[in-house]
Structures are given as structure tokens and as C-alpha cells.
Nanobody, 129 residues
């Protein structure tokens, strides 16, 4: 089975940092890339960052550039999302997702939820002011 499990969320004071993890199990060798999305209450799920499994190229949403870093550890089948200088606006449930699509090559494509086949259950990030 394919499974994605996020961890690392919690309550953090504004200005702090956090590292989220997404551990993948199953047929991870078929993944073309993984992405991070977030969803705040009452808002649409939005793209945050993505990384190609082979090569490690990254792509960030404009709102995430400069404060977010996505990385991977192939040996551990794990993808990370580091968030720096946390702001209350970052409060949301953060989801990781995996894609097997051969179209996982352009910035636009990597930001589209429809490109992803598998999703984790999410981890809550709450930033206090």
C-alpha cells in the first residue's frame, strides 16, 4: 500500500521555525515528486512547495519563497518542509502529497493538486502572535 504520514506540526510562537516531515511507504520508487499544500479554515487548499524525487529540483509558491525550504532524504523516503519566521498567517493544516505523473516537470504543473495521486492526512501548524 501507499502511505504518506506527516509529522512535526504543533503550536509555535510567531518568529519561530518548524520542520515538517512526510514519510512515504509503499511504491515510493514510482514517485516523480512530492509537494506540500496547506489549508486554513474556510479557505481553499493552496500550494506551498514541491520537490522532484530524482534530482531534487524545487519549486515554491510566491508566498513561500524566502521562508520555506523543501528537501528530501531518499534513504529515508522522507520529504521535509522547513518554515522560518513563522507568522500567524501560516496557521493551517499542512498536507504532503505524492505524484507519479510524468508531467511533474513545470512550475505550473507542480502547483496543481490534480497532479498528485496520493495525500497524507495532514499535520496542524498553529502560530501564535
Amino acid at each position: 500500500q501507499v502511505q504518506l504520514v506527516e509529522s512535526g506540526g504543533g503550536l509555535v510562537q510567531a518568529g519561530g521555525s518548524l520542520r515538517l516531515s512526510c514519510a512515504a511507504s509503499g511504491r515510493t520508487f514510482t514517485y516523480s515528486g512530492m509537494g506540500w499544500f496547506r489549508q486554513a479554515p474556510g479557505k481553499e487548499r493552496e500550494f506551498v512547495a514541491a520537490i522532484k524525487w530524482s534530482g531534487g529540483s524545487t519549486y515554491y509558491a510566491d508566498s513561500a519563497k524566502g521562508r520555506f525550504t523543501v528537501s528530501r532524504d531518499n534513504a529515508k523516503n522522507t520529504v521535509y518542509l522547513e518554515i522560518f519566521s513563522l507568522k500567524p498567517e501560516d496557521t493551517a493544516i499542512y498536507y504532503c502529497a505524492a505524484s507519479t505523473s510524468i508531467l511533474f516537470i513545470t512550475d505550473h504543473s507542480m502547483s496543481q493538486p490534480a497532479l498528485y495521486n496520493f495525500w497524507g492526512q495532514g499535520t496542524q501548524v498553529t502560530v501564535s502572535s
